[in-house]
C-alpha cells in the first residue's frame, strides 16, 4: 500500500514570495489534514477535510494561507505571501473516515525556509 | 494553553534499560491517546493507543499506561534497543471530533546508548 506523497521535500523562498505544497494520500482514505510543525514543536493542525469538504479550518491563518481538496483527493496548501515565522515543515497526513483510534498517516513532509 | 503536555524535551537510556516517557494533558473530553514515533526527515508514524475507558495497553515492547484521575500517560518500552532512539510525540483526541483531529504534545527525543 502506498504512503501519503508529499512534494515538494524541500522549499527556500525569500519572505514575501509564495509557495505551494502537494500531498496525495493514501487510496480510500476519505479524511486529509495538513499539519505545521515548527522546530522544536509538536505539529499543529492548519486545516481538516472530509472528502472534499472543509471540517475545521479554525486555525488556518486565511489571511496568507490556502488549501483546497477539489477532487476528493490530492490536496494543494499554498501560502501567499510568506513571512519568515511560517518556516516550519508541512506535513500532511490522512485517516480512514471511521477509524475508531484515529490514526493518522503521515507523509514525510515539506520543509519551507523563508529568508 | 497547551492541552497536552510532553514535560521532557529528552531522555537518554542505556540499551536494554527501560524507557518512560511522560505526557499530561488537561482536556476532560480526550477519549483517545497516541503515542507517534518520529524520525529525522520523516513523518511520524503511529506506535500505539489507548482508549480514555482503559489504564492499560501493551504491544510486543510497547505498553501505554493511562491514569485519568492524573490526567496523564506514560509510553513505556522495555527493553530500549538503540533502534528505539527518535522523537516521541503524544496526541489525544477530543470526544466526537470527526475522525482523527488530533492534539499533539512537542515531543520527547530518545536516545538508546548501546
Known amino acids: 500500500e502506498a504512503g501519503v506523497a508529499q512534494s515538494p521535500r524541500y522549499k527556500i523562498i525569500e519572505k514575501r514570495q509564495s509557495v505551494a505544497f502537494w500531498c496525495n494520500p493514501i487510496s480510500g482514505h476519505a479524511t486529509l489534514y495538513w499539519y505545521q510543525q515548527i522546530l522544536g514543536q509538536g505539529p499543529k493542525l492548519l486545516i481538516q477535510?472530509?472528502?472534499?469538504?472543509?471540517?475545521?479550518d479554525s486555525q488556518l491563518p486565511k489571511d496568507r494561507f490556502s488549501a483546497e481538496r477539489l477532487k476528493g483527493v490530492d490536496s494543494t496548501l499554498k501560502i501567499q505571501p510568506a513571512k519568515l515565522e511560517d518556516s516550519a515543515v508541512y506535513l500532511c497526513a490522512s485517516s480512514l473516515t471511521l477509524s475508531n483510534t484515529g490514526e493518522l498517516f503521515f507523509g514525510e513532509g515539506s520543509r519551507l525556509t523563508v529568508l | 494553553d497547551q492541552q497536552v503536555k510532553q514535560n521532557s524535551p529528552s531522555l537518554s537510556v542505556q540499551e536494554g534499560r527501560i524507557s518512560i516517557l511522560n505526557c499530561d494533558y488537561t482536556?476532560?473530553?480526550?477519549?483517545?491517546f497516541l503515542w507517534y514515533k518520529k524520525y529525522p526527515a520523516e513523518g511520524p508514524t503511529f506506535l500505539i493507543s489507548?482508549?480514555?475507558?482503559?489504564d492499560k495497553n501493551e504491544d510486543g515492547r510497547f505498553t501505554v499506561f493511562l491514569n485519568k484521575s492524573a490526567k496523564h500517560l506514560s509510553l513505556h518500552i522495555v527493553p530500549s534497543q538503540p533502534g528505539d532512539s527518535a522523537v516521541y510525540f503524544c496526541?489525544?483526541?477530543?470526544?466526537?471530533?470527526?475522525?482523527?483531529?488530533?492534539?499533539f504534545g512537542d515531543g520527547t527525543t530518545l536516545t538508546v546508548k548501546p
Open positions: 482536556n476532560s473530553m480526550f477519549d483517545y
Open positions: 489507548i482508549s480514555s475507558i482503559k
Open positions: 477535510f472530509q472528502n472534499n469538504g472543509v471540517v475545521d
Open positions: 496526541a489525544a483526541r477530543e470526544l466526537g471530533t470527526n475522525a482523527g483531529k488530533s492534539t
